[in-house]
């Protein structure tokens, strides 16, 4: 079993060297991390590859295990979940603040406000949105845009926040709507094309 001391590695870190090591045919890992935001990172990313995963806590970090029994072929990766459509064209929108605009913070909000409570009843919707920076907290606790972000999920669109914004600004405890994501995944995302940028 292939063992990785991912602690104190920034993210994407502790994903790609889990990814390098099932790239080889590894098929059990255990992997240590040191932040809630990992753990879902590798365990999210270990379940589309295809393995079990378990974690385990441990004083000061966690314990990643991932075992893939026998040849189970790998769940669909970010870069093949947005495919460009000729119906829809933007497939993902980036939104890089909780604001639009940067003269009058009280109107770049209002005005996030209303096009995300607009596009909650388009009939045309990004089939994700990604959340950078401070666009995190448009899905956090007391957000007057989490109506709309929650409408938008309940319709189909994946929410995606970014795991280090949220850690840096602390509020992913406050995550209400939406998971938290990586560079990796996001990257992925993003290169699939079809994509929209706010902020």
Same mark, same amino acid.
């Given at each position: ?14 994903v ?15 992997v ?7 753990v ?40 093949? *979940?947005?495919? /460009? %459509?000729? #119906?829809?064209? !933007?497939?993902t929108? &980036?939104?890089?603040?909780?604001? $639009?605009?940067r ?22 919707r ?10 995190v ?39 209400? *709507?939406?998971? /938290? %994501?990586? #560079?990796?995944? !996001?990257?992925?995302? &993003?290169?699939?094309?079809?994509? $929209?940028?706010?902020?």
């Amino acid at each position: 079993m292939q063992e990785i001391d991912a602690r104190g590695k920034p993210c994407p870190q502790p994903v790609l060297m889990v990814k390098e090591v099932v790239d080889k045919g590894v098929t059990a890992f255990i992997v240590l991390v040191d932040s809630q935001a990992s753990v879902e990172n590798v365990k999210r990313f270990a379940e589309r590859s295809g393995f079990q995963v378990t974690v385990e806590t441990k004083e000061g970090y966690f314990q990643v295990r991932g075992q893939r029994e026998g040849a189970s072929e790998p769940k669909e990766t970010p870069a093949t *979940v947005f495919p /460009p %459509t000729e #119906a829809s064209p !933007v497939q993902t929108l &980036l939104i890089l603040s909780d604001t $639009l605009g940067r003269d009058d913070a009280v109107l770049g909000r209002n005005l996030v406000k209303i096009l995300l409570d607009t596009l909650a009843v388009q009939e045309k919707r990004p089939r994700c949105i990604i959340l950078m920076n401070s666009g995190v907290k448009l899905a956090c606790e007391d957000a007057e845009t989490l109506e709309a972000l929650a409408d938008l999920e309940a319709k189909g669109v994946q929410i995606l926040a970014c795991g280090t914004c949220l850690n840096h600004f602390g509020l992913l405890p406050s995550l209400r *709507v939406g998971r /938290p %994501t990586n #560079a990796y995944e !996001v990257t992925n995302i &993003l290169l699939a094309g079809g994509v $929209l940028t706010w902020g």
